[in-house]
């Protein structure tokens, strides 16, 4: 599992010109899913996204989380994040999740950021979407999770 995680000060996600998901201040997450991927992988992730110290304190210093400021999350799906582009010119996406796969994984992490009571949106699984963000920082974090740890 990988996700770019982006520090925002508001993000959405429209589908076909209607706004389907969208936040104020908080983190926009893209979201890759392999086919290795399952339960312990997103629990993994979650718990390390909703804890990173990345948003300011009264200093200017990150050393507040997502959840310290009350915060949302924006998840986007984004299978393209697993690309494998040591061959040729065309991206090769055999380490994505299939779409059934992909699809009950994403909904788990978003089951499980609401479950820490964060305010959490979604794009449209699937869909061609249009992500507007204002990244606050810049603040763009990676994180890879492998084997249910993250890496």
Do not use: C, Y
């Amino acid at each position: 599992m990988r996700a770019v995680i982006q520090r925002v000060a508001r993000a959405s996600v429209t589908v076909d010109t209607k706004v389907v998901g969208e936040i104020g201040p908080g983190l926009l997450v893209l979201l890759g899913v392999g086919h290795d991927d399952g339960r312990a992988e997103a629990k993994a992730l979650v718990d390390k996204m909703l804890g990173l110290r990345i948003f300011p304190d009264g200093e200017q210093k990150m050393n507040r989380s997502v959840v310290d400021i009350g915060g949302s999350v924006l998840v986007v799906s984004q299978f393209t994040l697993l690309a494998d582009v040591r061959k040729g010119r065309r991206p090769s996406f055999t380490r994505a999740a299939a779409p059934e796969q992909a699809a009950a994984l994403v909904d788990e992490v978003v089951a499980l950021i609401a479950a820490e009571e964060v305010r959490v949106a979604t794009g449209s699984f699937g869909a061609m979407m249009d992500v507007e963000l204002l990244n606050a920082g810049p603040v763009t974090i990676v994180i890879d999770v492998i084997a249910g740890r993250v890496q």
